[in-house]
């Protein structure tokens, strides 16, 4: 057992089968995260420090080809190996396409499980630490940079410093740039909960981030009416 590459993300909805898994992979020396749905797997993902993630395909709430996208945005290093009922050539090669770096079938046997997870953990660990950072620091859109590491934002004009929930958000409407940024979203990683009190101070920080932005014409924060923000860009 590998001593430095211990936390795994496991997102498995079926109740019996998620706890096989984590009981086998604790027993085999794993400290195991299990989340149920993709939402939650994400949130759980965004805050926290994973060494390789476990992701059923067949989710609610966000399929893991989904959840497996929303994480690479996050993070290209964290191996991720997918668990499907389905055998079909295409949903392997979806998953690959998606970041994955194994794909096993069920039903499968929890001794190739463990084996697939070391060996794929081996080929990760190639010069940088698995698990280290769960985000991207450095930013490019427009005329602007931002480094969220340093919480510092450099227009055309200006360089800002920004507090740590404005670079929260920043970075988040970073990751989704020229998509929608669901508002529920935002609030559940960044502010802990979605509620309306917290949706009012958000807009606070939306105003102050178009406010430091105004330098560059060409990005814009854009409402998305019901649904939430996207940061607007020149396309490349």
């Given at each position: 057992?590998?001593?430095?590459?211990?936390?795994?993300?496991?997102v498995?909805?079926?109740?019996?089968?998620g706890?096989?898994?984590?009981?086998?992979?604790?027993?085999?020396?794993?400290?195991?995260?299990?989340?149920k749905?993709?939402?939650?797997?994400?949130?759980?993902?965004?805050?926290?420090?994973?060494?390789?993630?476990v992701?059923?395909?067949?989710?609610?709430?966000?399929?893991?080809?989904?959840?497996?996208?929303?994480?690479?945005?996050?993070?290209?290093?964290?191996?991720?190996?997918?668990?499907?009922?389905?055998?079909?050539?295409?949903?392997?090669?979806?998953?690959?396409?998606?970041?994955?770096?194994?794909?096993?079938?069920?039903?499968f046997?929890?001794?190739?499980?463990i084996?697939r997870?070391?060996?794929?953990?081996?080929?990760?660990?190639?010069?940088?630490?698995?698990?280290?950072?769960?985000?991207?620091?450095?930013?490019?859109?427009?005329?602007?940079?931002?480094?969220?590491?340093?919480?510092?934002?450099?227009?055309?004009?200006?360089?800002?410093?920004?507090?740590?929930?404005?670079?929260?958000?920043?970075?988040?409407?970073?990751?989704?740039?020229?998509?929608?940024?669901?508002?529920?979203?935002?609030?559940?990683?960044i502010?802990?909960?979605?509620d309306?009190?917290?949706?009012?101070?958000?807009?606070?920080?939306?105003?102050?981030?178009?406010?430091?932005?105004?330098?560059?014409?060409?990005?814009?924060?854009?409402?998305?009416?019901?649904?939430?923000?996207?940061?607007?860009?020149?396309?490349?």
């Amino acid at each position: 057992m590998l001593e430095l590459h211990k936390n795994i993300l496991l997102v498995e909805d079926d109740p019996s089968l998620g706890f096989i898994i984590k009981d086998n992979l604790q027993e085999a020396g794993y400290v195991v995260t299990w989340c149920k749905d993709g939402e939650h797997g994400f949130e759980t993902f965004y805050q926290g420090k994973f060494d390789l993630c476990v992701l059923d395909v067949m989710l609610p709430k966000k399929d893991g080809f989904t959840l497996a996208g929303d994480i690479r945005q996050l993070n290209v290093h964290t191996p991720i190996i997918f668990l499907t009922a389905k055998s079909l050539e295409m949903d392997k090669i979806i998953g690959f396409k998606k970041g994955g770096d194994d794909y096993l079938t069920k039903p499968f046997a929890m001794e190739e499980l463990i084996v697939r997870i070391e060996a794929v953990i081996k080929r990760s660990y190639n010069g940088f630490k698995v698990g280290e950072t769960n985000g991207k620091d450095i930013f490019n859109f427009g005329a602007c940079e931002f480094n969220f590491q340093s919480l510092e934002l450099k227009t055309p004009i200006n360089v800002f410093r920004l507090t740590v929930k404005e670079s929260e958000l920043l970075r988040m409407l970073c990751m989704h740039q020229n998509e929608v940024l669901p508002r529920s979203l935002a609030l559940k990683l960044i502010w802990g909960k979605d509620d309306y009190f917290l949706g009012r101070s958000m807009d606070v920080f939306i105003t102050r981030l178009r406010k430091y932005l105004k330098d560059d014409p060409s990005v814009m924060i854009m409402n998305e009416t019901g649904v939430g923000f996207s940061l607007r860009t020149p396309s490349e």
